[in-house]
C-alpha cells in the first residue's frame, strides 16, 4: 500500500484527436473514453496527441500499465488498414514507455473480444513487467 502513487487528474482539454466520423456512444462512454477525457482520474505515465499510459487498477504484475489509442478502436479485430498509423504508433511507444518504467523485459498483451478477456471495449495494450512470466499464457 505505501508504495501507491496518487492518481493523475489533468484538465479537461476542449478538443480531443478522434475521427469524428469513427465515434460512436459505445466506446465513448467506456471507462477508457472517460479517461480520455479527462472526466475521470487515472495514474497517467505517457499522454501524446495520439494515445495514453496508466496504470491498471487490477494489476497483474508488479508493473501493469495500459496503453491506449485516443481514436475510437473497439477491439483489435475491428481494427481497418486506415487504423494502420495509430496501431504503429502504439506499438513503437512501448518500449519508450517501458524504459520509463525502468523495465528491461516485458510482456504485451491484446485481448479481442469477450471471449478473449477483453471487458473494457475500448482497444488497449497490456504492458506487464517487473517478474518473469511463463508460457503459455493463462
Known amino acids: 500500500m ?25 466506446v465513448m462512454s467506456t471507462l477508457f473514453g472517460k479517461i480520455v477525457r479527462k472526466e475521470i482520474p487515472a495514474q497517467i ?19 501493469h500499465v495500459l496503453i491506449i489509442p485516443k481514436q475510437e478502436i473497439a477491439k483489435l ?16 511507444k512501448v518500449p519508450e514507455i517501458a524504459r520509463s518504467l525502468n523495465l528491461r523485459d516485458f510482456r504485451v498483451v491484446v485481448n479481442s ?14 504492458l506487464l513487467g517487473g517478474r518473469p512470466f511463463s508460457w503459455p499464457p493463462g
Open 77 to 92: 479485430g475491428d481494427a481497418k488498414q486506415e487504423d494502420a498509423a495509430v496501431l504503429g504508433h502504439l506499438m513503437t
Open 113 to 126: 473480444g469477450a471471449a478473449a478477456g477483453q471487458t473494457v471495449f475500448h482497444l488497449h495494450l497490456h
Open 45 to 63: 505515465v505517457y499522454e501524446d496527441d495520439q494515445c495514453m499510459a496508466f496504470h491498471d487498477l487490477h494489476p497483474q504484475a508488479p508493473v
Open 2 to 26: 505505501g508504495c501507491e502513487q496518487p492518481a493523475v487528474v489533468l484538465p479537461v482539454r476542449a478538443s480531443f484527436p478522434f475521427r469524428p466520423g469513427r465515434l460512436n456512444s459505445r
